[in-house]
């Protein structure tokens, strides 16, 4: 297995957090978080390089708000600063991992997508289904609370596998926890004990 080192300037070069943000910006532009911090670009994305460059960075708090998807879906959503960040790694370990996935895993992948996952299935279903002649079974499922369910140590120990890099390290788990700092895990987690309660 190939390891990684020196990617922490990769993530946080001024260059890098100009690039996410132009990433980021994409079809947000009007919303007032995102015209507050563009307003100031050049200052944010440089404070953010500096705190970033001297480990004084801090996650900030998550707003929470309901979207209906089509089910309800209770989101938690991290300030302009933080996904501008967000995107700035994505595009430094993506290519580290995206060798990695399943074939057929299509969301949030660039060149997949849903659009490409129902061909697939739908090629897939006349393969197996011998053109709609024998029965066959798709099961349809998603995990509920992923990010709260899953043992954020364990996704670390499965990144750092891969990222020997110490910076980097310090910096995703600065993220992958600031969702627990903030309380917003235990909450979801009572909530879920309590919806069992009820039924």
Known sequence: MKIYEHIFEKIISPEALFRAWDEFKRGKRMKEDVLAFEKELESNIFNLHRDLK?????????????IQDPKLR?????????????????????????PTYIAHSFSCRIGKGNHKGVE??????????????????????????????????????????????????????????SYEATGLRERERVKMRRGKDCR
């Not at 001297?54 to 309901?66: A, I, N």
């Not at 933080?82 to 994505?90: I, N, Q, T, W």
């Not at 349809?140 to 596998?161: A, M, P, Q």
């Open 54 to 66: 001297t480990k004084r960075y801090r996650h900030g708090p998550y707003t929470d708000f309901y």
């Open 74 to 98: 209770h989101i938690y959503k991290a300030n302009v600063r933080d996904r501008v960040l967000h995107h700035a790694m994505f595009a430094a370990l993506n290519p580290i991992f995206e």
């Open 120 to 177: 697939v299935l739908a090629h897939m279903l006349r393969a197996v289904s011998r053109n709609g002649t024998q029965p066959c079974y798709a099961l349809k499922c998603d995990i509920r609370k992923f990010f709260d369910s899953i043992d954020h140590d364990i996704l670390l120990g499965i990144l750092e596998k891969r990222i020997v890099d110490q910076e980097t390290r310090w910096l995703m788990r600065e993220i992958i926890e």
